[in-house]
Nanobody
Framework: QVHLVESGGGLVQAGGSLRLSCAAS????????MGWYRQAPGKLRELVAS???????NYADSVKGRFTISRDNAKDTVYLQMNSLKPEDTAVYYC???????????WGQGTQVTVSS
């Protein structure tokens, strides 16, 4: 099993920045891709950004140029640096790990990000 713990959410004004962290533990050698998803009230959960073990990144169009995903393999941690935040970025952000285990997806508990206008 893989266990994920997020931190770093909070309340910020529009235009501000936050950095989310996701620490992985357990069967970390089974992890391939890690990513961040978000879910706003009344909306489906959506991919924000992902990073493979080879550090190939992928971003949702809505966050390109504003968010940066990175990983520190020595600390088994993935980060999401969020700049130029907008009210529409308000959501619960979830860390995800895609693994070689069954079931393949591991999720964190979520961290709230609120951007005020």
């Amino acid at each position: 099993q893989v266990h994920l713990v997020e931190s770093g959410g909070g309340l910020v004004q529009a235009g501000g920045s936050l950095r989310l962290s996701c620490a992985a533990s357990g069967n970390i050698f089974s992890i391939n891709t890690m990513g961040w998803y978000r879910q706003a009230p009344g909306k489906l959960r959506e991919l924000v950004a992902s990073i493979t073990s080879g550090e190939t990144t992928n971003y949702a169009d809505s966050v390109k140029g504003r968010f940066t995903i990175s990983r520190d393999n020595a600390k088994d941690t993935v980060y999401l640096q969020m700049n130029s935040l907008k009210p529409e970025d308000t959501a619960v952000y979830y860390c995800n790990a895609k693994t070689s285990l069954k079931p393949p997806n591991a999720w964190g508990q979520g961290t709230q990000v609120t951007v005020s206008s």
